[in-house]
């Protein structure tokens, strides 16, 4: 199997619904872009004010402003210092109108002019609500404002998923009986396999984010979350490349 290094050599633009969804799914990538000397752009559609099991203690306004601080730690330990909050409402991010939030990151964009705009799948990875429409906003910034960048969805593969599937259950993390939508092998358009440091750096941008990863850590401990969360990115490309070298 190829393992493919990193997109292009030119600016990335990622564009996720909730702090954290960010370090995650391309923390690894991020940081390793900003240690080439590319520049990294990452927009957060929410402040992740509903974020919490526990509203009496974190009512909204406290979560978001603790998140707000989380993120930016979180982004400084792997580089990024370029970052744009839209203010969206948690969980509610469908609500607001397509078209003016497409402005909005098409605004971003047309700055940017990201060589690789980074998101969630249609599928929204876990299925939840603000990921899909993220998706389906980058989708159209992507077309209306930086039509030649590359549009990469992540996604895991069947072998990861196969891996993990006992901490999964324990989670119950996917919105939806068709979820996780699994990759193929031969379709990853990325495939970064961090190591021991980038993985203890993406753990440190992690950590930052305490208030959603600290019960994880304790639940998991420090090495599953190490193997699991840190170690593999995995993206396809929105249309297949052939596609979309024959569309440029
Ligand atoms: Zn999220």
Not at 43 to 71: F, I
Not at 170 to 177: E, H, I, K, N, Q
Request: with cysteine.
């Amino acid at each position: 199997m190829t393992v493919h290094e990193l997109p292009g050599t030119g600016p990335v633009l990622g564009i996720w619904a909730h702090p954290d969804d960010e370090v995650y799914l391309s923390g690894g990538l991020m940081a390793a872009a900003r240690d080439s000397g590319r520049r990294v752009v990452c927009v957060t559609a929410t402040r992740g004010e509903h974020g919490t099991a526990d509203p009496q203690r974190w009512p909204p306004a406290r979560l978001a402003r603790v998140r707000t601080a989380e993120l930016r730690a979180s982004l400084a330990a792997l580089g990024v210092t370029e970052h744009h909050h839209l203010d969206l409402p948690d969980g509610d991010c469908a609500a607001a109108p397509f078209d003016a939030v497409v402005a909005r990151l098409s605004a971003i964009a047309a700055e940017v002019r990201p060589e690789v705009v980074l998101t969630f799948g249609p599928d929204g990875f876990t299925g939840h609500p603000d990921h899909r429409i993220v998706s389906a906003w980058a989708g159209a910034t992507r077309d209306l404002a930086a039509p030649r960048a590359r549009l990469l969805y992540a996604r895991g593969t069947a072998d990861f998923f196969d891996t993990w599937r006992d901490l999964y259950a324990r989670l119950a993390m996917f919105d939806g009986d068709d979820l996780p939508a699994r990759a193929r092998n031969d379709e990853l358009a990325v495939e970064l396999h961090l190591d021991d440091a980038a993985a203890d750096r993406k753990l440190v941008a992690l950590r930052a984010q305490a208030t959603q990863t600290a019960d994880l850590l304790a639940m998991l401990g420090e090495d599953t979350m190490r193997e699991w969360a840190c170690r593999v990115e995995t993206f396809v490309d929105a249309v297949p490349a052939n596609d979309y070298i024959a569309g440029c």
